[in-house]
């Protein structure tokens, strides 16, 4: 089985800002720590297709899927690069209601998309999995939603309180691919999450045209960001080595349920935090994943 990795993970917030290494040393180093598939952010795209593939090919690697708000233009260009999805990351709804909405507006995404052989996923955080009328706001949403897929953060899910293997299960053939991201604590979904509808919920993404800014303006942005949040967010930064004594999540009964399904979901690397140095975590997360999930 192919082991993956989302670009996200050299850099996290700062991969949205254009910061850190390009995309073809990301490319080198996620080939160098074991990793032979790779998901891309949506500012990745501002690079050309040829450019991007021939740092692919050059690398040794193949682009899986991108993290995006689907648009027919990002489709056209996600299936150019031979990938095999586009994930929204998240978009705020808080109501059974809502979730319909969202259910509504990515069956159109499904059918732009299906002609392309590409598939149209969410990726969950833990506020998802708040619960509504006896399910979570991402059942209300998969629920309403046949042609969506799942890219199901496992980390996040079980911090949520949502053990993976069951919800794989419950969504068989749905699930196109999971998160390895570890966890040792569970926090619940916490408390209400913001409507779609909110006044102070953006109307386009906050990176939207980010590159036409300095890198100094850029590194600002970068700084206040973490000024304001903080190193560290207690609850991404549970993140133990991989199958580690105090994980809180079962990878090989994970694998089984995904082996139940009628197609073989990818797995994507991802990390907020590192317990180590950067590059020697991935390579122990990639080294285990290879020997031990076949």
């Not at 501002?46 to 648009?71: C, R």
């Not at 209601?97 to 059918?111: H, N, P, T």
């Not at 833990?126 to 509504?132: A, H, I, L, Q, R």
């Not at 006896?134 to 890219?151: M, R, T, V």
Request: aromatic share 10%; net charge negative; charged share 30%.
């Amino acid at each position: 089985m192919k082991i993956n990795i989302g670009t996200y993970s050299f850099g996290g917030i700062a991969s949205f800002l254009g910061l850190g290494p390009s995309l073809a040393e990301k490319f080198k180093t996620a080939k160098e720590l074991g990793y032979s598939g790779i998901e891309l952010l949506a500012g990745d795209l501002n690079n050309s297709t040829e450019d991007i593939l021939k740092w692919a090919a050059d690398a040794g690697v193949e682009i899986l899927s991108v993290h995006a708000m689907p648009t027919k233009e990002i489709i056209e260009k996600v299936a150019a690069l031979g990938a095999k999805a586009v994930i929204c990351a998240g978009t705020p709804f808080a109501t059974e209601e809502e979730a319909k909405e969202v259910a509504a507006e990515f069956e159109e995404l499904a059918k732009i998309a299906e002609p392309y052989g590409i598939k149209i996923g969410y990726h969950n955080h833990s506020w998802e999995f708040y619960m509504v009328n006896g399910k979570s706001l991402l059942e209300h949403l998969l629920d309403n939603a046949p042609h969506i897929y799942s890219q199901l953060d496992c980390g996040w899910a079980m911090n949520a309180g949502m053990y993976p293997p069951y919800f794989i299960r419950k969504y068989k053939d749905r699930i196109v691919a999971i998160h390895v991201k570890e966890n040792d604590k569970v926090h619940g979904p916490g408390k209400t999450p913001r409507s779609r509808h909110a006044e102070e919920v953006p109307r386009k993404s906050p990176f939207e045209g980010i590159m036409e800014k300095t890198v100094e303006e850029r590194q600002k942005i970068l700084e206040d960001f973490q000024k304001n949040v903080g190193p560290v967010n207690p609850e991404i930064a549970c993140q133990c080595p991989i199958a580690d004594e105090h994980s809180n999540l079962d990878w090989l009964e994970i694998k089984k349920a995904l082996d139940e399904q009628s197609f073989e979901a990818f797995w994507v690397v991802e990390r907020e935090y590192f317990y180590k140095d950067h590059d020697e975590c991935l390579r122990e997360d990639c080294a285990w994943l290879t020997e031990n999930i076949r």
